[in-house]
């Protein structure tokens, strides 16, 4: 037994937000997030969930996309975004996009990504930005 045993024992650990039994929200091991009670995470929190979650988004698109190391990193970095945004499932729901981007036809993977629900409806700024990189290989 220790101290992280211990906590994790009287805390418990929910891995979502959840209300805790005073009805402030809470995450992990009794993290109160909840801003009401001057909850909330710190800046270095924020920068390790971010890094932690673009790897774990590298990794699977690494398997889902057997190509995806072939594409030079800026390229690679739009991927993620939309990964980021709509999950790796989500961005397989753009096979002629996908395809464009493997057969190294730029143009048509920003066209692609366009001509979709998620550019024109959901989050129209951030689909031209990311549509555009995808195309010019630039940082937008």
Excluded: C
């Excluded at 673009?54 to 390229?75: G, M, V, Y």
Aim: net charge neutral.
């Amino acid at each position: 037994m220790n101290l992280i045993d211990q906590l994790r024992r009287d805390e418990g650990e929910v891995l979502s937000a959840y209300a805790d039994h005073l009805g402030y929200l809470t995450i992990g091991v009794g993290v109160l997030i909840d801003k009401r009670k001057g909850g909330g995470i710190t800046a270095e929190e924020s920068a390790y969930l971010l890094a932690n979650r673009i790897k774990s988004k590298e990794a699977e698109l690494r398997a889902a996309l057997p190509w995806f190391d072939q594409l030079d990193r800026i390229r690679q970095a739009a991927l993620l975004n939309m990964a980021y945004q709509l999950g790796v499932e989500g961005l397989k729901g753009f096979p002629r996009m996908l395809a464009a981007l493997r057969d190294g036809r730029w143009a048509e993977a920003e066209y692609q990504a366009l001509d979709s629900v998620w550019a024109k409806e959901q989050t129209p700024a951030r689909a031209k930005r990311v549509a555009r990189q995808l195309a010019s290989g630039e940082w937008q």
